[in-house]
């Protein structure tokens, strides 16, 4: 597995040890780093220039062993060099870009990449514990009893619905992530408390109880699999099997809860329509809110020309 750097990766957590933000890096080395670095503005071709800063903080990436900062929890996850034909890590431009992704081209090859922001190397031990999580996932992601595909089952939803299928998919594998973690006796990003808050929130139409047994299952769970958490996340209220709108249930048009669905066989065939083709995997069984019926109802009739308002 061979790792590599995004340029500007390299350049900021290098710049943050000249600066001394980072702690560790020699008074003299520093001022050398600074010396030569003065040099490369005298190079005219502005590609040569460009390869030659990379070239030269890249050196000192090595240098002031940061490489190695990464490499040594890195280590603490044997199936990925097997697994990964490349690691690469970037700059993240903020909090919410993040993470790990896995790519993979079209040999079959898969590429890791993690991407974080450079203030993360102020603070060693967070840092650290920010990788293996991440790390964590991509050993999930290539570990086939995991079972990870790319492709989420979102179901037939609104855009909305999905969104939160997406979001609560997230919580269940944070979860497990950190739940093996804590058990490992690693630092972990968020501890125990922290995720039952989350998962809390992403279940609240839960009964507590409910939420403290399925927390627990997932926080101790030794190998958890994707397809478990997705049918999860996707069906939490086991609802699929059913199909039927329940009161108080979300319309699966505009994603408000209600206690008023509209009888569909009751519906003009123009209409459902109308909604299918906003709407495509809408079928008549998924019903929908009076409010909804009333405004497709309603477009079936065109506005006069002289209307005024």
Do not use: K
Not at 63 to 73: F, K, P, S
């Amino acid at each position: 597995m061979q790792s590599r750097y995004e340029e500007e990766f390299v350049e900021s957590a290098v710049m943050l040890c000249a600066m001394g933000r980072r702690p560790g890096a020699p008074a003299l080395q520093v001022a050398r780093f600074h010396r030569e670095r003065e040099r490369l503005y005298a190079i005219l071709d502005p590609d040569e220039r460009n390869a030659a800063f990379f070239q030269l903080h890249l050196e000192w990436f090595r240098e002031w062993g940061l490489d190695e900062v990464l490499n040594r929890v890195v280590a603490e996850y044997p199936v990925l060099p097997n697994a990964l034909e490349v690691l690469a890590f970037r700059q993240a431009r903020n909090r919410n870009a993040e993470g790990a992704e896995l790519y993979v081209n079209a040999a079959g090859g898969r590429h890791g990449v993690i991407a974080f922001c450079s203030e993360r190397w102020l603070r060693a031990a967070d840092l650290a514990a920010f990788l293996r999580h991440e790390l964590m996932h991509l050993a999930d992601m290539v570990d086939p009893v995991f079972g990870y595909s790319p492709r989420l089952d979102l179901g037939r939803g609104t855009a909305i619905e999905q969104r939160l299928v997406r979001e609560r998919y997230r919580v269940l594998w944070a979860v497990t992530i950190d739940g093996r973690l804590d058990r490992a006796g690693r630092a972990t990003i968020a501890g125990r408390a922290q995720r039952q808050a989350e998962f809390d929130r992403a279940f609240s139409f839960w009964p507590e109880s409910r939420r403290q047994e399925v927390f627990t299952a997932l926080w101790t769970d030794p190998a958890p699999a994707h397809a478990g958490l997705l049918a999860l996340a996707a069906d939490p209220r086991a609802l699929r099997a059913t199909r039927q709108p329940l009161p108080g249930g979300s319309c699966p048009l505009c994603d408000f809860p209600t206690f008023h669905w509209v009888a569909t066989a009751a519906l003009n065939p123009q209409v459902i329509a109308a909604i299918q083709a906003e709407f495509p995997s809408w079928t008549p069984d998924q019903g929908l809110c009076n409010r909804c019926a009333e405004v497709y109802e309603s477009a079936r009739f065109p506005v006069p020309a002289n209307l005024c308002v």
